[in-house]
């Protein structure tokens, strides 16, 4: 069953809503065979969803009607609308949702090279354009350091950009990116007043796929829309 990570009153008026997806609730990667899609998507949250050809880059695109932009290559969406699903897909990297208390919301797809890229700048961005903060974030499931092995020049480039908080250790004390720490710290940077994390490690837990411990081309999903009062 797909998980509530958030269901929340906004100042606004409207209701946002956040949920993400296990194993369980079947495979919500784009290159999965469309109709079953579909059908998989409308039993997490209302269809049509704007899903995204995710690229590691800063893309970010605005959805003005419900399934606007679906297809479109980016790495996160932004809405103010009433009833548009916005969605990212993940195995491993962090699924992120910032929610507008103007009333409206972003989803992000926050992986470390996304992130360095600009990504959630650039979704705080036209996030700002199109509402007002204060703005709060939530973190879905995502690896965490006890299993995101590093190499040392990687880590290096990550730990100067955003931190010595995103450097950690894995289980087995080799060095390791803390990504739920990478992404609050960015969220920080641009002005996100609150954070929660969800705290399930995706390579862990085996009710999720985790890209890094398999290989898989199988996907989670983060889905976030807004619903009148
Ligand atoms: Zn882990």
């Known amino acids: 069953m797909p998980r509530d990570l ?63 932009r679906h297809g479109a290559t980016a790495d996160a969406a932004v809405t103010n609308r009433v009833g548009c699903t916005l969605s990212v897909t993940v195995a491993d990297c962090a699924p992120v949702a910032i929610l507008a208390d103007g009333g409206g919301l972003a989803v992000v797809h926050a992986g470390w090279r996304g992130i360095l890229g600009g990504v959630i700048e650039s979704a705080m961005d036209l996030l700002s354009d199109v509402t007002v903060g204060p703005f709060r974030a939530v973190i879905g499931p995502c690896i965490n350091a006890c299993c995101y092995a590093f190499g040392v020049d990687d880590l290096e480039r990550v730990v ?21 720490a990478a992404v609050i710290a960015t969220l920080r940077g641009v002005g996100v007043v ?21 290989g898989t081309r199988e996907r989670h999903a983060m889905a976030a829309w807004l619903e009148p009062a």
């Open 194 to 214: 609150e954070s929660e994390v969800d705290g399930t490690c995706t390579s862990c837990d085996d009710d999720y796929w985790s890209y890094r411990s398999t």
């Open 6 to 68: 958030v269901r929340r009153g906004l100042p606004s008026g409207l209701v946002a809503r956040v949920v993400v997806t296990d194993s369980r609730d079947g495979d919500l990667a784009p290159q999965a065979d469309s109709a079953a899609l579909e059908i998989r998507q409308a039993g997490v949250a209302p269809a049509p969803w704007t899903w995204l050809r995710q690229v590691h880059g800063a893309g970010v695109v605005e959805v003005r009607w419900p399934g606007d």
């Open 160 to 180: 100067a950009h955003l931190g010595d908080g995103a450097g950690g250790k894995t289980r087995t004390g080799h060095p390791a990116l803390d990504l739920p």
